[in-house]
């Protein structure tokens, strides 16, 4: 595993989706298509996609729709060989000062419920377990636990 020392963060724009699908790809057993990226860039006028890169490429990212005071994670990713390095920690943290500083008081967020690594950050960064969203998942209908945080 290639370890990461410096990360940089941006916004996705059009030019971004090839490597955000890559991404996506690789990290997701249903990814999302090309054409839903490119919807929520250009149709989607809640959504805000921050890109993680090392040396320019793109190794993760998480997107997030603002409305009004809420704030709600649609998906984060972060390559699975530069896993185990808390650079969904530093995406994550990034997400949420922006989610804030855009006025945003809650987040939330679905999980699997069988995803202990990942509800493990959100718990860590403060989210709440809030319910339980039955058969959320379309590839296997596992369960979503949705968990939310109060921003401060």
């Known amino acids: 595993m290639r370890m990461i020392d410096e990360v940089e963060f941006r916004w996705m724009t059009m030019a971004d989706i ?3 699908v890559a991404v996506e790809e690789e990290c997701f057993s249903v990814p999302w298509k090309r054409v839903a990226f490119e919807n929520e860039l250009t149709v989607n006028q809640f959504a805000k996609y921050l890109l993680l890169l090392n040396e ?3 190794i993760g990212y998480c997107g997030l729709w603002l409305i009004m005071d809420e ?3 649609t998906n984060i990713a ?3 060989r530069l896993r185990g390095q808390k650079l969904g ?3 994550m943290k990034k997400v949420l000062e922006f989610a804030k500083d855009a006025g ?3 987040v939330t967020l679905e999980v699997r419920v069988s995803n202990d690594i990942a509800r493990s950050l959100y718990q860590n960064l403060g989210f709440l377990e809030g319910g ?3 058969n959320y998942y379309s590839d296997n209908q596992e369960d979503a636990l949705v968990m939310w945080v109060e921003l401060r």
């Open 89 to 91: 920690k530093k995406l």
């Open 78 to 80: 972060v390559l699975p």
């Open 104 to 106: 945003a008081r809650t």
């Open 71 to 73: 704030a709600h994670i």
């Open 18 to 20: 090839d490597a955000v």
């Open 56 to 58: 320019g490429e793109v």
């Open 132 to 134: 339980i969203r039955k």
